[in-house]
């Protein structure tokens, strides 16, 4: 069955440090889509990132970059020179293709930026 | 300005009462999806459209209807509400397939007596 596991239900990090948010995921489905979102303590979802599982290159969006480990089934977000306003909860994601464009979310990370 | 709006953004009601939810987009999405967060289990797809008259269940469609005769509408139809579907619903579009940019609405707090 398609699956997203997150295993750090919380996270407590120092400002200005970078952070590394796990994800994996299973599926045999040989083309998908991995994403993060952001949720911050208002309840807006945030869109951070995108990796398709045939792009060559890991994913970057400016502070964010997805370090995709296609062998592993991993995915994790990391996030550099962390700052206040990345305190959220953060939602790793797939896309399925088999049988529709699907998409399946794990349950988060509480992430809190220490000052 | 880009947008999904849902309303209402919090409505309280009770069992066996019927009632929608609205959402909309002005962006010409083709791709729209609802969705519910609950405590602990992250977000789950209810229903996704990929375009006009093209609805398609996601994981807990079950209590659920949708319909999409225009593009930029997607309401969510509880015919007859349950405690259980107390929750945050999530309406997002994105341009085509899913694996493009998704934008969510501000979400809607339903609690169901």
């Known amino acids: 069955a398609q699956k997203i596991t997150q295993t750090q239900p919380g996270m407590f990090v120092q400002e200005k440090e970078a952070v590394t948010l796990d994800c994996t995921y299973d599926?045999?489905?040989?083309?998908?889509?991995l994403f993060w979102y952001k949720q911050p303590s208002s309840g807006e979802m945030i869109f951070l990132i995108y990796?398709?599982?045939?792009?060559?290159q890991n994913a970057t969006e400016g502070r964010y970059s997805l370090n995709f480990q296609k062998a592993r089934k991993s995915a994790n977000l990391v996030i550099s020179a962390s700052q206040l306003g990345d305190s959220a909860m953060y939602f790793c994601?797939?896309?399925?293709?088999?049988?529709?464009?699907?998409?399946?979310f794990g349950k988060g990370t509480r992430l809190h930026i220490l000052p | 300005e880009a947008q999904v709006t849902q309303n209402p953004r919090y409505l309280i009601t009770v069992t066996g009462k019927k009632l929608t939810v609205t959402c909309s987009q002005n962006?010409?999405?083709?791709?729209m999806s609802w969705y519910r967060q609950d405590p602990g289990l992250g977000l789950r797809q209810i229903y996704y459209?990929?375009?006009?008259?093209?609805?398609d269940k996601g994981d807990v469609p079950e209590g659920y209807k949708v319909s999409r005769k225009e593009k930029r509408n997607f309401p969510l139809i509880l015919e007859s509400p349950s405690p259980n579907q107390t929750s945050l619903y999530f309406c997002?579009?994105?341009?085509?397939?899913?694996?493009?940019?998704?934008?969510f609405g501000p979400g809607t707090r339903l609690t169901v007596l």
């Open positions: 990796q398709g599982s045939y792009d060559q």
């Open positions: 459209s990929m375009n006009v008259e093209v609805t």
């Open positions: 599926t045999s489905d040989p083309s998908y889509g």
């Open positions: 997002a579009s994105s341009l085509s397939q899913a694996g493009d940019t998704q934008y």
């Open positions: 962006m010409n999405h083709e791709y």
């Open positions: 994601a797939m896309l399925r293709l088999v049988g529709g464009d699907k998409i399946i």
